[in-house]
């Protein structure tokens, strides 16, 4: 097999999704080259980090984190799109295992019990094939291994787009947008809310919202990027 899966590599060799460079074997779908040039957001490691403030006075969260940092133009946002738009699978479950490496490498979600993606509603995920935050879940698990709650926070509601509102236009644009189905499930557990970028936090925030009357519930956010404040 490995024969036929060589000849089929000269004929049509992979490439990387970000810089187009010919991938070597055991690379999966991201150079390794890109992987170590993407930006890390080496300060969301910490306490009080620019992730955690984003929450302050809105949502009480245990700890959140970020990966990388998105700007317009880097390689982040040509990794984004090719995550959500391009129907590139593979490097959300490559880049949700490096997100694990980094969780578990945090030192403050320890005691997570289970991984939770933001959910996608039923119509975008049907026409997308797939929900990107659990995609990166699936990755997650490779290296920060923990169970994952997929369907039980739903999205009920679709949204217009974000962009063009202010904070507070978001917020009322995100009201009741998801739905938790079965309460008892996520009682006296710790979740991580996993998503693959943060800008204003609008829909962390509408997750929570949706959960914040569950017993014993405690909320951490992982995010594959969060971008600058807007
Ligand atoms: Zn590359």
Redesign the pocket.
């Known amino acids: 097999m490995k024969y036929i899966s060589d000849f089929f590599g000269l004929l049509f060799p992979r490439k990387?999704c970000?810089?187009g460079?010919t991938l070597v074997e055991f690379e999966k779908s991201?150079?390794s080259?890109?992987l170590l040039d993407l930006p890390l957001a080496d300060t969301a490691k910490n306490k009080n980090n620019n992730v955690e403030q984003r929450f302050f006075g809105r949502i009480p969260i245990e700890a959140a984190t970020a990966m990388l940092n998105f700007k317009h133009g880097n390689k982040v946002q040509t990794l984004l799109h090719q995550i959500k738009y391009a129907g590139n699978e593979e490097a959300a479950i490559t880049m949700g295992r490096q997100l694990g490496i980094w969780i578990t490498q945090c030192g403050r979600f320890d005691d997570v019990d289970i991984l939770v993606p933001v959910p996608l509603h039923r119509s975008k995920e049907r026409k997308r094939g797939y929900n990107q935050s659990m995609l990166l879940c699936k990755g997650i698990i490779q290296t920060f291994q923990r169970p994952i709650s997929n369907g039980n926070l739903i999205r009920i509601k679709k949204t217009d787009s974000q962009t063009n509102k202010n904070r507070e236009e978001r917020l009322n644009n995100m009201e009741g947008v998801f739905c938790l189905l079965d309460e008892k499930a996520f009682e006296n557990k710790h979740i991580l809310l996993v998503d693959d970028v943060i800008t204003t936090g609008a829909t962390t925030e509408a997750c929570y919202m949706a959960m914040e009357k569950v017993e014993g519930l405690k909320i951490s956010i992982a995010s594959l990027a969060v971008a600058g404040y807007i």
């Open positions: 990387c970000i810089c460079a991201i150079c080259g890109c």
